[in-house]
């Protein structure tokens, strides 16, 4: 530890990245007086985000590891992996809000600034080496995230969903709180390394306080990546918030949420891997039986990828259960393949909203095909991803995470991913069933922007580069993640 | 002086009285109160940790933990009132537009 620079200014420019997304969404507040014209608000946010991406690689080039704030702040190649799905996520997010936002009369300023706040908790929390910044993080992400999911204020269903995503993460948060007061008071410390080297020295790994600790922080990140059975919120949550916040809240929170439990699993906990996996292998086993199955009863297509995104998030947390850095890698490999499968899927629900039209409706989605080919044949790619059928990404995600699965010995676990996974196809194929051999009921009329055009070349293109040459992405997430 | 487990199982019995009120209410007022109960029974025992530890982390998360629950709390508060606007009820049962 640098004993010249206690305050640690030197570390304000490993931080860069995240003080240019909370200024430039702080300038968004002051813009929104000014400015009546929300494109102008929405390029200003991803213009930011661009300057933060180029910053987070400038840094990410030239420093690689990097330690600031008394070792509480953490810059590696795994926190800027993790940053970079965030920068994705945020800027797709814009792209396909604009339009949508404006036909749901909500159409506020403060949307995007909101949007990059909980980003730049979603950074701090990748970036968190000490678990009061895992906190801090946490919540910035998390209040946020609560006032974006019920700002369709006049719409009852909004404010419910808001209500109850405020209510059972304002619970998990507590959660939290207290594994951490339990972990500082048996190690005396809440620095991440610490923990490690404490659990060693004091030899208490095998203690069962330790092991509450560690189970009350797992279940807090539990509720943030909607693991059964902690997952109560998430259908309501996203069938009621606004379809632009659903794929937001979809995957970055849910990133996020898997950058702290991989941290804090493998960097303070790493030595009661055993004891982990006794709590992770059931709950993943049940995480993918609920989401697949729960999810075949759905009639909601936004409820539908509600349950959807939870089976994913089960299949996801094979690659941490399989403990090893090649593990990692695969989750994170996936959650990168995921956050443009998602947002893909959710762009194309989007366009079908118009005034006086939800089309929420699975059944909105017969003869798709016959009126509008292109949205049909974009809604199929994003299908097909979900399902994991080559040459789509969603393969690559879900090969190496099994792969990675069977190689650290748990072959019974992805035998049981893989016999979901066949199950969940069902879900999706309907949908392109659906599409392509029924016939229209009403003409639908889509709703579509030169920036909702973006957002879905974006995705589409990426879903099937990934799937067709998977080295580039898994390239990067290997040097990102070395192991 | 006061042993550390008395704070330890004082913070545990809160934490616990917390939960069951979010779990058992029907009401959202109580239920929201029985959220800073727990929030509250944490700061309890990361005080007693600190003491004992003689280390400041503990204290400085404490100092934290009620910041971000003032922040919580103005949000929650504002969202219930959203709510409250449009459907005019404090009942936990009664909020059951979203389900399936």
């Known amino acids: 530890m640098e004993t010249t620079d206690l305050v640690g200014l030197s570390g304000l420019r490993l931080i860069i990245p995240e003080l240019t997304v909370i200024c430039i969404a702080l300038i968004l507040l002051l813009l929104e007086l000014i400015v009546k014209k929300k494109e102008v608000m929405a390029a200003v946010g991803i213009a930011g985000t661009l300057v933060a991406l180029y910053g987070t690689f400038k840094l990410f080039g030239i420093n690689g590891p990097g330690q600031a704030f008394a070792n509480m702040f953490v810059l590696d190649g795994y926190a800027n992996f993790f940053k970079l799905i965030f920068y994705v996520n945020v800027i797709l997010t814009m792209c396909i809000s604009l339009k949508y936002m404006a036909v749901e009369k909500a159409s506020y300023g403060e949307y995007y600034a909101l949007l990059l706040f909980s980003t730049s908790g979603m950074m701090i929390m990748a970036s968190a080496a000490d678990l009061i910044v895992l906190y801090l993080g946490l919540e910035l992400m998390a209040l946020s995230t609560y006032i974006l999911a019920g700002l369709m204020r006049k719409q009852l269903r909004s404010n419910e969903a808001a209500l109850k995503y405020f209510f059972l993460g304002a619970f998990s948060s507590a959660f939290l709180l207290y594994g951490i007061s339990l972990t500082y008071g048996l190690t005396g410390t809440t620095n991440l390394k610490e923990i490690a080297a404490s659990l060693q020295a004091l030899n208490i790994a095998d203690s069962p306080i330790v092991f509450l600790g560690l189970i009350f922080l797992i279940v807090s990140f539990g509720f943030k990546i909607a693991l059964v059975p902690f997952h109560m919120w998430a259908p309501d949550v996203y069938e009621g918030a606004p379809t632009s916040i659903t794929a937001f809240m979809s995957v970055g929170p849910k990133a996020a949420g898997f950058a702290v439990l991989g941290r804090v699993l493998f960097e303070a906990f790493g030595s009661m891997h055993v004891q982990w996996n006794a709590v992770l292998i059931p709950l993943a086993v049940i995480t993918m039986a609920a989401g697949s199955v729960i999810a075949l009863a759905q009639s909601n297509i936004k409820r539908m990828l509600a349950y959807s995104s939870i089976a994913h998030a089960g299949y996801m947390l094979l690659g941490i259960i399989a403990g090893t850095p090649g593990g990692l890698t695969s989750t994170v490999n996936y959650l990168m393949i995921y956050t443009f499968m998602n947002i893909g899927a959710f762009a194309v629900i989007i366009m079908l909203r118009r005034e006086g039209f939800q089309g929420e409706s699975i059944d909105d989605y017969m003869g798709l095909a016959k009126g509008h080919p292109l949205a049909a044949a974009l809604m199929l790619i994003f299908m097909f991803s979900l399902t994991g059928i080559p040459p789509t990404a969603g393969f690559i995600g879900k090969f190496y995470v099994f792969m990675e699965a069977i190689n650290s010995g748990h072959t019974n676990l992805a035998i049981i991913a893989v016999i979901f996974s066949v199950i969940s196809a069902f879900f999706y194929l309907r949908i392109v069933m659906y599409m392509y051999m029924k016939d229209p009921k009403e003409d639908v009329v889509l709703t579509t922007s030169y920036s909702m055009n973006f957002a879905l070349a974006i995705t589409a293109v990426m879903v099937l580069v990934i799937g067709v040459f998977p080295s580039l992405l898994l390239d990067l997430v290997r040097v990102s993640i070395p192991g | ?100």
């Open chain 2, 1 to 100: 002086m006061v042993p550390l487990s008395w704070y330890i199982v004082l913070s545990a019995i809160v934490f616990s009285i917390g939960v069951f009120g979010f779990l058992a209410r029907r009401n959202l007022i109580i239920v929201f109160m029985s959220l800073e109960l727990m929030l509250n029974s944490v700061n309890i025992s990361l005080a007693a940790f600190s003491h004992y530890l003689q280390s400041m982390r503990g204290q400085i998360l404490v100092f934290f933990i009620i910041t971000v629950a003032a922040a919580e709390a103005a949000i929650g508060l504002a969202i219930l009132i959203a709510f409250y606007r449009n459907n005019p009820t404090i009942k936990v049962d009664e909020i059951n537009l979203l389900k399936g």
